[in-house]
């Protein structure tokens, strides 16, 4: 299935993924991986534990070596190193969100910001997660390791906004999460996707991911086994017989 | 009781001293996961520095400070960026066998260079003295007391509020989220081991101005910092200001009233003591 096939949204192409495959050591992983991300879009890449979800997100951030073809922003994404990746607006926001426990949610976010030289947008940017997440306005000062998990995940997420993302890839964003709490925080994916953020989304929870994105990608050893249009997976029999035990 | 408050004058204003010299090593410490070995080598180094900037150009010695922290900065930052990075992330053993390798090589560098001889920094105002009441206060000793304060107070400052103090912070506690978000480990790391040099070296030309340089004051002075790191903890530079104090007071407390030689007894006595009751240090968190 090649990825231009795909039927997108309007915008222009953020991450075009062909043929991609990536390993560790001999033990190949991803095994020719294709896909499409456009401007604006929150896209769900699903599957199940082992499907080779995080080791796609560690190619694209170039931490591990890949084979096949990857462009971001038009620009060849293979030959950049992880901090050149992540230069031109390619952020993780981690699994287990990786927060820096001990440092206050303030520092945290500002640490997003470590590589921006711009104080006033920074200052800006800051107030403006601020709006976003309420919750972290009020707990700013506080320290990141002491908060309730759905907090921290806020305060993961805002720290990866504040380096100015292209393309925010979430990895296991409701892990763990009350759904109510997930809820909130897919009504904040809709709203920086609204200011032109586009957003990778991986989930292991893929009903929850499907119905939160516009169009997703469904994973099985190393391979998309499944695309298109998210409300269609949901509904595809294939994808409830195989993921959602309906 | 004039004794016993001139006593505890003295003490405090060695533990401002001590201070001083134990934050480098809890700094490095602390982010590196490196106990230096070598850093009382390098505060022998940072007094010869302001002896010879004292001596052959007549700088004075608090104003050659920046001169001497500046240059062990320098130093601090090569040798990290050549060889310590090699063992950034190796066991425990590796980092305390390459410092104290590099003790060893930088005493004897030192034996060669300067001579056995004890050196003393002696300007104008040394045997000067201020009398508060019954209580006499050195003038060069309450200078370097309030440098070292001043030194301590800056660096908790500079890791709490700006930029690089922030990264540095980040990186101690979360390699790959700092990795992540554009951190690049080499250059902090040896900025890191730069900043802990270079507050080695002021604290060397502080010792130099209160007391007696020679080649082999190193390794002694590398416990004593190791024990105020741990008495004060490694979270946080006030700690390791609390810790000297602490220290410094005990010090001179048990030199007066048990005798000279118990001195060391009592300060290893102390360390013992936070480690079975604080193991976090006095201003750690516990658990």
């Known amino acids: 299935m090649s990825a231009a096939a795909e039927k997108g949204t309007a915008g222009e192409p953020v991450l075009v993924v062909d043929g991609l495959g990536a390993g560790y050591g001999e033990m190949p992983v991803l095994k020719g991986v294709s896909l499409e991300i456009r401007r604006a879009e929150i896209v769900a890449l699903v599957g199940s534990n082992g499907a080779g979800k995080t080791t796609l997100l560690r190619a694209l951030s170039r931490v591990i070596a890949c084979t096949g073809k990857a462009s971001f922003l038009g620009r060849d994404l293979v030959p950049l190193t992880p901090d050149e990746a992540f230069g031109a607006g390619l952020v993780q926001v981690p699994e287990g969100r990786q927060l820096f426990d001990r440092m206050t949610v303030e520092d945290n976010l500002l640490m997003g910001a470590y590589r921006r030289a711009d104080k006033a947008a920074i200052a800006g940017d800051l107030e403006r997660m601020y709006g976003l997440f309420p919750r972290l306005g009020e707990r700013r000062r506080q320290l990141a390791g002491s908060m309730s998990g759905g907090e921290q995940q806020m305060c993961a997420m805002a720290r990866g906004l504040m380096a100015r993302p292209q393309l925010l890839m979430i990895d296991e964003m409701s892990l763990g999460l009350a759904p109510v709490v997930v809820e909130q925080l897919m009504e904040v994916l809709a709203t920086i996707r609204g200011e032109g953020v586009t957003v990778l989304l991986v989930e292991q929870d893929i009903h929850l991911a499907l119905s939160g994105a516009d169009r997703g990608y469904v994973m099985e050893t190393g391979s998309i086994v499944h695309s298109g249009d998210a409300k269609a997976l949901i509904d595809d029999p294939a994808v409830r017989k195989a993921y959602l035990g309906l | 009781m004039d004794l016993l408050a ?60 920046p001169i001497t922290a500046v240059v062990m900065f320098c130093l601090g930052y090569v040798l990290q960026r050549g060889v310590l990075n090699l063992i950034v992330r190796a066991p425990m053993f590796n980092t305390l066998l390459i410092t104290f390798g590099l003790e060893v090589v930088l005493t004897y560098l030192a034996q060669l260079a300067f001579s056995a001889d004890f050196r003393t920094i002696n300007p104008s105002y040394a045997g000067s003295s201020i009398a508060l009441g019954p209580v006499v206060v050195p003038v060069a000793r309450l200078m370097a007391f309030g440098v070292a304060v001043a030194l301590t107070v800056g660096m ?111 300060s290893f006595g102390v360390l013992v003591l936070v480690l079975i009751f604080r193991p976090s240090g006095l201003l750690g968190k516990t658990a």
Do not use: C
């Not at chain 2, 810790?243 to 030689?261: F, K, N, P, Q, R």
């Open chain 2, 156 to 266: 908790w400052l500079f890791l709490l509020h700006s930029r690089l103090g922030r990264a540095i912070r980040a990186t101690a506690q979360n390699l790959v989220a700092a990795r992540l978000y554009g951190v690049e480990p080499r250059h902090l790391y040896a900025m890191t081991f730069g900043i802990g040099i270079g507050l080695a070296g002021a604290a060397g030309g502080l010792y130099g101005t209160v007391s007696q340089i020679d080649p082999y004051i190193g390794a002694t002075l590398t416990a004593k910092s190791f024990a105020i790191a741990i008495i004060g903890g490694l979270d946080n530079p006030l700690g390791v200001l609390v810790g000297g104090l602490v220290l410094g007071i005990i010090e001179s407390l048990t030199v007066l009233y048990v005798g000279a030689t118990f001195g060391d007894v009592a």
């Open chain 2, 6 to 65: 001139q006593i505890l004058i003295n003490g405090v204003l060695l533990g401002g001293l001590y201070a001083v010299m134990a934050l480098g090593l809890a700094l490095v410490w602390g982010v590196l996961n490196i106990v230096n070995l070598a850093h009382g080598a390098f505060i022998m180094l940072g007094g010869y520095l302001s002896w010879h900037l004292y001596t052959y150009l007549g700088i004075d010695p608090f104003l050659g400070l």
